[in-house]
């Protein structure tokens, strides 16, 4: 158990454990310190320096964190955070019967986060859940629960195809009927259509997942409008948002405002969902699932009433009853000003790259037909090229409106050489 008086919101101070033990290291850490590591680990590990940088098809950043986050960890190892079992189940706000937790550092990533998107002051309830899509479902869950205990009736889920496909997975699970809204041309949900489709349903309460931040176009869903056409339909809702990868970076643009739960003192959505692993770069899934303390206090008692564990001393309100709670005090080293100071850097630089990419498309790869959805998306989708282009460069493929396309995402660890022998590379196979 972490002592109060050595936790670190100050900055990086020693970590004091009361009580713990020290496994034994593992065969193959013990070979790689005494210099026994194989060839072939070797081979490998060049491979992996070569392909990670050309990684131009899906929304990881392959830039490995700084030496700083790596003795941070560290310091949580000598703490014992990591090296044995322990645990975040329940809600971070409540005792736990689990001693060996992180809640303390849960309790911090909401305050920081919470503050970044503008939820109201001392009105959030969060966690660090087991990856973007698990704070979807958790989203998502809370709406269908919210809706149905106000109203005694189950909504239907509204979102568009360009919404991450996980989704669809999320409303089969879930049990919910599922209700399709056009796109715009750019990927954003068509307002007009979606009030068509809430007019058509008008006798079902509306879940409406919204998403900053298409995964295969870079689509921003207008939140401001959506509200509206909710409010000015009167039919009970709830409007979850995906912004898996756009939520990392858009603080950092001139669309900051994009992603705040509330301006001018009117709610504009309910919950968030932002991925860790996507634009900060930390190394193993992981996700922010954000909502209000008003919300889920509601939410909590509906919850009871189908799960109240006296197994663990309260009613948690999540679904997962264990969570990693080595990540949460990990992930806290992305809340420090140094931390945020790279990030800030590294949105600059990625949408420069974007910027560049997409010039470069436009004026030499016309027949390509290059789109980006607007100026904030670093991922930018053309007519897919030759294979042997899509596989050295692992690009993500989509077959739209008859045609087979293909996207790059450029994320931090693309860099003008990279984008270099990419466009090299294409003038080679479309000439």
Same mark, same amino acid.
């Not at 700083?68 to 971070?92: C, K, M, V």
């Not at 970076?249 to 405002?257: D, E, Q």
């Given at each position: 158990?972490?002592?109060?008086?050595?936790?670190?919101?100050?900055?990086?101070?020693?970590?004091?454990?009361?009580?713990?033990?020290?496994?034994?290291?593992?065969?193959?850490?013990?070979?790689?310190?005494?210099?026994?590591?194989?060839?072939?680990?070797?081979?490998?590990?060049?491979?992996?320096?070569?392909?990670?940088?050309?990684?131009?098809?899906?929304?990881?950043?392959?830039?490995?964190?700084?030496?700083?986050?790596?003795? @941070?960890?560290?310091?949580?190892?000598?703490?014992?955070?990591?090296?044995?079992?322990?645990?975040?189940?329940?809600?971070?706000?409540?005792?736990?019967?689990?001693?060996?937790?992180?809640?303390?550092?849960?309790?911090?990533?909401?305050?920081?986060?919470?503050?970044?998107?503008?939820?109201? *002051?001392?009105?959030? @309830?969060?966690?660090?859940?087991?990856?973007?899509?698990?704070?979807?479902?958790?989203?998502?869950?809370?709406?269908?629960?919210?809706?149905?205990?106000?109203?005694?009736?189950?909504?239907?889920?509204?979102?568009?195809?360009?919404?991450?496909?996980?989704?669809?997975?999320?409303?089969?699970?879930?049990?919910?009927?599922?209700? @399709?809204?056009?796109?715009?041309?750019?990927?954003?949900?068509?307002?007009?259509?979606?009030?068509?489709?809430?007019?058509?349903?008008?006798?079902?309460?509306?879940?409406?997942?919204?998403?900053?931040?298409?995964?295969?176009?870079?689509?921003?869903?207008?939140?401001?409008?959506?509200?509206?056409?909710?409010?000015?339909?009167?039919?009970?809702?709830?409007?979850?948002?995906?912004?898996?990868?756009?939520?990392?970076?858009?603080?950092?643009?001139?669309?900051?405002?994009?992603?705040?739960?509330?301006?001018?003192?009117?709610?504009?959505?309910?919950?968030?969902?932002?991925?860790?692993?996507?634009?900060?770069?930390? *190394?193993?899934?992981?996700?922010?699932?954000?909502?209000?303390?008003?919300?889920?206090?509601?939410?909590?008692?509906?919850?009871?009433?189908?799960?109240?564990?006296?197994?663990?001393?309260?009613? *948690?309100?999540?679904?997962?009853?264990?969570?990693?709670?080595?990540?949460?005090?990990?992930?806290?080293?992305?809340?420090?000003?140094?931390?945020?100071?790279?990030?800030?850097?590294?949105?600059?630089?990625?949408?420069?790259?974007?910027?560049?990419?997409?010039?470069?498309?436009?004026?030499?790869?016309?027949?390509?037909?290059?789109?980006?959805?607007?100026?904030?998306?670093?991922?930018?989708?053309?007519?897919?090229?030759?294979? @042997?282009?899509?596989?050295?460069?692992?690009?993500?493929?989509?077959?739209?409106?008859?045609?087979?396309?293909?996207?790059?995402?450029?994320?931090?660890?693309?860099?003008?050489?990279?984008?270099?022998?990419?466009?090299?590379?294409?003038?080679?196979?479309?000439?």
């Amino acid at each position: 158990m972490l002592t109060r008086r050595a936790f670190p919101f100050g900055g990086f101070g020693v970590l004091t454990l009361v009580s713990g033990c020290r496994p034994a290291n593992f065969p193959e850490l013990l070979a790689a310190k005494e210099g026994k590591i194989s060839h072939l680990a070797l081979a490998r590990k060049a491979r992996q320096a070569r392909f990670k940088k050309r990684l131009l098809g899906y929304p990881i950043n392959m830039n490995p964190p700084p030496q700083e986050f790596f003795a @941070w960890r560290e310091e949580l190892r000598r703490a014992g955070i990591g090296e044995f079992a322990y645990n975040n189940a329940g809600s971070p706000y409540k005792p736990s019967t689990i001693a060996f937790n992180t809640h303390e550092f849960e309790r911090a990533l909401n305050a920081h986060f919470g503050k970044m998107y503008g939820f109201p *002051p001392g009105d959030v @309830w969060g966690f660090l859940s087991h990856s973007g899509t698990d704070s979807n479902m958790h989203g998502m869950y809370m709406g269908r629960t919210l809706l149905k205990g106000r109203t005694g009736i189950a909504p239907k889920c509204y979102f568009t195809k360009e919404a991450h496909y996980s989704i669809q997975v999320l409303r089969d699970l879930l049990g919910l009927e599922g209700v @399709w809204v056009e796109a715009l041309p750019d990927a954003a949900m068509d307002p007009d259509d979606l009030r068509r489709k809430l007019a058509a349903n008008a006798d079902r309460p509306a879940l409406v997942v919204a998403t900053v931040g298409t995964t295969f176009k870079g689509g921003i869903d207008p939140i401001d409008t959506i509200q509206e056409v909710l409010q000015e339909s009167r039919i009970p809702s709830y409007l979850h948002l995906d912004a898996a990868l756009f939520g990392g970076y858009l603080p950092y643009t001139s669309r900051a405002t994009e992603l705040l739960h509330s301006a001018n003192g009117q709610k504009r959505y309910d919950s968030l969902a932002v991925s860790c692993h996507k634009f900060f770069g930390f *190394p193993a899934p992981a996700g922010i699932f954000l909502t209000t303390q008003s919300h889920f206090e509601e939410f909590l008692a509906f919850y009871g009433q189908v799960h109240n564990p006296e197994y663990i001393g309260h009613v *948690p309100g999540t679904i997962t009853c264990s969570r990693d709670a080595v990540k949460p005090a990990e992930f806290y080293f992305f809340t420090t000003p140094e931390a945020k100071a790279r990030q800030a850097q590294d949105a600059r630089a990625m949408l420069e790259q974007a910027d560049y990419l997409f010039e470069q498309l436009q004026s030499r790869f016309p027949r390509l037909c290059p789109k980006r959805a607007n100026e904030v998306s670093n991922t930018i989708y053309f007519y897919r090229p030759s294979a @042997w282009i899509v596989r050295k460069y692992a690009l993500a493929t989509m077959r739209l409106e008859g045609r087979e396309f293909a996207h790059a995402v450029v994320m931090p660890h693309v860099d003008r050489q990279v984008l270099d022998e990419f466009l090299t590379d294409l003038a080679k196979d479309v000439g």
